[in-house]
Nanobody, 117 residues
Framework: QVQLVESGGGLVQPGGALRLSCAAS??????????LGWYRQTPGEQRELVATITGGGSPNYADSVKGRFTISRDNAKRTVSLQMNNLKPEDTAVYYC?????????WGQGTQVTVSS
């Protein structure tokens, strides 16, 4: 099990930017074994993938965020970040950090992102 703590959410106007960060409890020696990612959820909807990144640094993005969001990780610091640019009202959601390895997955507590004028 990996403990994850997110930070960086908030209120931003359309077209603005936010950066989310997530710190993992696993040691730097083992965190690279995990695929880290960000998911989001709005009320009444299922949690959806935003972006993931493998231990080797290969990213994967949902079509809705390609070209606007960038995921990155620092295995030595045990962190994963999500740079969100050109935010849209439809990006409003609770964003969750995720660490996955095989059939196991851990989740953070979530951080609210609200895009509104």
């Amino acid at each position: 099990q990996v403990q994850l703590v997110e930070s960086g959410g908030g209120l931003v106007q359309p077209g603005g930017a936010l950066r989310l960060s997530c710190a993992a409890s696993r040691s730097a020696l083992s965190i690279y074994l995990y695929t880290l990612g960000w998911y989001r959820q709005t009320p009444g909807e299922q949690r959806e993938l935003v972006a993931t990144i493998t231990g080797g640094g290969s990213p994967n993005y949902a079509d809705s965020v390609k070209g606007r969001f960038t995921i990155s990780r620092d295995n030595a610091k045990r962190t994963v970040s999500l740079q969100m640019n050109n935010l849209k009202p439809e990006d409003t959601a609770v964003y969750y950090c995720n660490a996955a390895r095989g059939t196991t997955a851990s989740w953070g507590q979530g951080t609210q992102v609200t895009v509104s004028s």
